[in-house]
């Protein structure tokens, strides 16, 4: 047991890292590209750690998360901290190129795999456990960052991987054993590790075990309980904090109360539903309440979230205000959006917003509301600004929307619609195409930034844009593709695209979030009702068909996909924001069909992504997703073929929903799985067209004929010559232009020698 600590009352579960102008992605990409050395990537890392501390000290946070930077991912650093990474990247001699090896691969070794962290965008590692996997701590990390916010005078909580979490989300590799088994091994690290935190002065230690809010442990309560009675028995320890975030601990929660831990932190925004009054044993506990959303970009109701944690304190010993988890998740701060008008603004708390808004709370907690009456009172204006601001309520599209769902939307049958199709494409067997981006030349990306700093007008951008989808166009009749695309230059990204297009939709200056590594996105916000004022896509798509006679394929984003990858009003069920993006998206497939476009493609690559944790959300999740896919896809007539994309390797659970999106044609990633896909769909029941991606676009190698020519055949044994598509696996537009047209060229030859045989 540690030494009598007292709690704390004020925290955040953990912070963003890149830097509040990507300091960290610029230091971490000139080094990689050996610009600089590593003594200047390592004082920009201490720099940014150090402003972090110092903001959330100042905000009036007392107690303080270190060890949540990253030079790449927390689990990466989990992976390094138990000695677990794989033997290939011991030829790596220097530390930090070899976790960079692990994380990014290098000419000699391929790098570790990588996966969505829950239900999030952020993208962890995946540590690789084989039967020679050996675990031996390595607390170097973690033990030098205590250190330094101790000499800077933080009050600083290191934060750590549990070891649930680590291994479930680890892989067994080379027929190891399922990596979750190995809890045993791991739990001495954690307690040697415990020993060493308390040895050097840490008074708390938060154990991050966001697993336990989702139902991939087998008997979560069981192995809660296990660990946490193991490392509580740990003689000489910090008090520890074990925290969960993103939905709610269910049975978890009396068994981790139940070990001798001293606090537990529960995530109150996205786990709101958690019976916390009805477990007795946290009545000598500190219960961190995470009532700040941590991973959306809304201004807390803060008089909601007083009432839930002046309740909370009749439940447990005492109660501590938090962030729901990270904010890793959202941007830094909202002082750089200085052209948002005030209305917006007062709706939004960034990363520095929401430290505030922690510690307001925990203020009025201790003193009464009374002590922090103003910021209550713009809490509760901007809620009532937010709540009567016309925007937020479209009555033209509400109407509309309601008419459709109540008409009913459907197409004709599969069977009608390939009729129609057929007769109108007029088709070969096996017809190529591809996914919708050409490489991003040097050339698109100067007539872009040309355009935003104004050294090009908008007609020469255009003219520029246009050259590029000929020159495309051009391409592809030369390989000699059947269907064919406009190539996408115009688009800076297939969400913001058409965010920026739609009303309800704003996009930041700033608003830079990590997705993985040094990669950073800026996901716009969609805060209104959505309308869509003019075409957003049909002169390109019209312009690309005008320059030949094959059938140009129209591009779109669909609903879920937009959703995904954008801040979403929490105002409103998810389904209803989905159902209006859908609305406009349909719109526009209505109006590429009137300008003569025959194939539209409607990518949905998010789908699988926003699927909920626990299993009885899944088919209420996929019942809405699927059915705007289908609203956003059922305005055209049956002649007018769509298609629809998804990127991802493990269909697993979303098998049945792709059948039912219904798409006449869906062009999956199959490369890498060798085409399992192909049976595993059809067996879904599943008989509409399908392209198993042929070559895996992630790598720069050109794949032979030979190869393409085996995989389609490997399809072909599946689904048969009429249902069979030859694609690439995903878009282009990281390629370089010389690898894709030999890579297509090859395509197109496998797709000529394989319908010969058919
Ligand atoms: N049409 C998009 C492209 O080709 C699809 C991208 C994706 O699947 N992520 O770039
Ligand atoms: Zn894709």
Known sequence: MPRTVSPFTATTLGSPRIGPNRELKRAVESYWAGRTDQANLKSVAADLRKLTWTELTAAGLDSVPVNTFSYYDQMLD????????????????????????????????????????????????????????????????????????????????????????????SKAVDGGSKPIERLGEVLPLYV???????????????????????????????????????????????????????????????????????????????????????????????????????????????QGALKTLTALRQSAKSVAVSTSCSTLHVPYSLTPEAALDDALRSWLAFGSEKVVEVATLARALREGREAVAVAFDEANAALASRISDPRLHNADVRTRLASILASGH???????????????????????TTIGSYPQTVEIRKARAGLVTGEIDQAEYTSRMKAEVESVIR?????????????????????????????????????????????CVRPPILYGDVARPTPMTVDWAAYAQSLTDKPVKGMLTGPVTILAWS???????LATSANQVALAIRDETVDLQDAGIAIIQVDEP????????????????????????????????????????????????????????????TSVEAARSHMEIVGDLTAAGFANSIGPGVYDIHSPRVPDTGEIADGLRAALAAVGPERLWVNPDCGLKTRKTDEVEAALRNMVEAAKQVRAEA
């Not at 197409?411 to 017809?431: F, V």
């Not at 801040?567 to 069920?573: I, L, Y």
Request: proline share 5%; charged share 20%.
């Open 192 to 302: 040697e590790l415990l020993r060493k935190l308390a040895d050097a002065g840490a008074a708390w230690v938060q154990i991050d075990e966001p697993i336990l809010v989702t139902d991939a442990l087998d008997d979560a309560a069981g192995l809660a309980d296990q660990a946490y009675t193991t490392l509580g028995a740990t003689t000489n320890r910090p008090a520890i904090f074990v925290a969960s975030y993103f939905g709610a601990l269910a049975d978890a929660l009396p068994a981790l109360a139940r070990t001798p831990i001293e606090a537990i932190g529960v995530d109150l925004v996205y786990g709101a539903e958690q019976a916390v009054g009805a477990v007795p044993e946290l009545a000598d506990k500190l219960l961190v309440a995470g009532v700040v959303d941590g991973r959306n970009i809304w201004r807390t109701d803060l």
């Open 606 to 665: 998010a789908l699988r992504e926003l699927l909920p944790l626990r299993r009885r959300d899944k088919s209420a999740y996929l019942d809405w997703a699927v059915s705007s896919f289908k609203l956003s896809t059922s305005g055209v007539s049956d002649s007018t073929q769509i298609h629809t994309h998804l990127c991802y390797s493990e269909f697993g659970e979303v098998i049945g929903a792709i059948a039912d999106l219904d798409a006449d044609v």
């Open 78 to 169: 989990t992976a390094i901290l138990l000695g677990a990474l794989p033997v290939r990247y011991n030829a790596v001699s220097d530390e930090l190129d070899r976790y960079f090896a692990a994380a990014r691969g290098n000419a000699e070794v391929a790098p570790l795999e990588m996966t969505k962290w829950f239900d999030t965008n952020y993208h962890y590692i995946v540590p690789e456990l084989g039967p020679d996997t050996t675990f031996s701590l390595n607390p170097v990390k973690v033990l030098s960052e205590l250190k330094e916010a101790q000499d800077a005078g933080v009050p600083g909580r290191p934060v750590i991987v549990g070891p649930l979490t680590f291994l479930a989300l």
């Open 410 to 432: 459907g197409r004709g049958s599969a069977d009608a619609r390939r009729e129609s199709q057929n007769a109108r494409l007029n088709l070969p067997a096996l017809p190529t």
């Open 475 to 519: 391409l592809q009749e030369r390989l000699g593709i059947d269907v064919l695309v406009h190539g996408e230059p115009e688009r800076n990204d297939m969400v913001q695209y058409f965010a920026e297009q739609l009303e309800g939709f704003f996009a930041t200056a700033n608003g830079w979030v990590q997705s993985y590594g040094s990669r």
């Open 567 to 573: 801040f979403v009003r929490d105002d409103q069920p």
